[in-house]
């Protein structure tokens, strides 16, 4: 199977087994979200089905949600509509050379959940604005070690790696750990801010 064709699997199935929730990382960093949309627009990279990008909206921040499934998408723009929330639907394949549809510094925040692309780390950091923060979660290696989850190791984290994909960015907090719920997962999680 192609290396492409595996990443494909793998983000259906951990997409099948991601909870409806939004993640705690993105609800303890609301506050700080908050601050940063008054620097650029908020964007949730790889947002599938949009269980972050409408946390935020809920909260009345717009939000810009970027994907290649055309039927997350519309699963997500349906879902907004319902709910009234600012978010904007755009479709794109992130793992292109093309890279993400954003100009250099105009983000005031991005968010990035169980999806890893090391190619994309130097973009993501060039579109944050100047203290722009970045909000990362998604698998670490010993996921291997639990029963359900990702395998590839090009697509999860090694020890102490997800800082390092981001140097030019100042962390205010980082943590890895295994958590039960809503199924066990093996996660390393990063807010980080670009100076300025």
Do not use: K
């Not at 989850?149 to 030019?168: D, V, Y």
């Amino acid at each position: 199977m192609s290396l492409a064709g595996e990443r494909v699997s793998e983000v259906v199935l951990c997409r099948a087994r991601v909870s409806e929730e939004p993640s705690a990382h993105l609800q303890a960093e609301l506050p700080r979200l908050r601050a940063a949309a008054l620097r650029g627009a908020i964007v949730d990279l790889a947002c599938g089905q949009g269980r972050n990008a409408l946390a935020v909206a809920a909260v009345g921040l717009p939000v810009v949600a970027i994907d290649r499934d055309r039927v997350a998408l519309a699963g997500l723009h349906e879902a907004a509509r319902r709910r009234g929330l600012a978010v904007s639907a755009l479709r794109a394949d992130l793992e292109t050379p093309h890279g993400i549809p954003l100009r250099a510094g105009s983000c005031g925040a991005i968010l990035v959940f169980r999806f890893l692309f090391r190619p994309l780390a130097a973009a993501i950091e060039a579109a944050l604005a100047p203290g722009g923060l970045l909000v990362y979660e998604t698998f670490t290696l010993d996921q291997r070690s639990l029963p359900q989850g990702p395998r590839n190791p090009a697509f999860l984290l090694a020890p102490g790696e997800l800082p390092t994909l981001f140097p030019g960015l100042e962390v205010l907090a980082f943590s890895e750990s295994t958590v039960a719920r809503p199924w066990p997962q093996a996660l390393a999680r990063l807010t980080a801010r670009r100076p300025g």
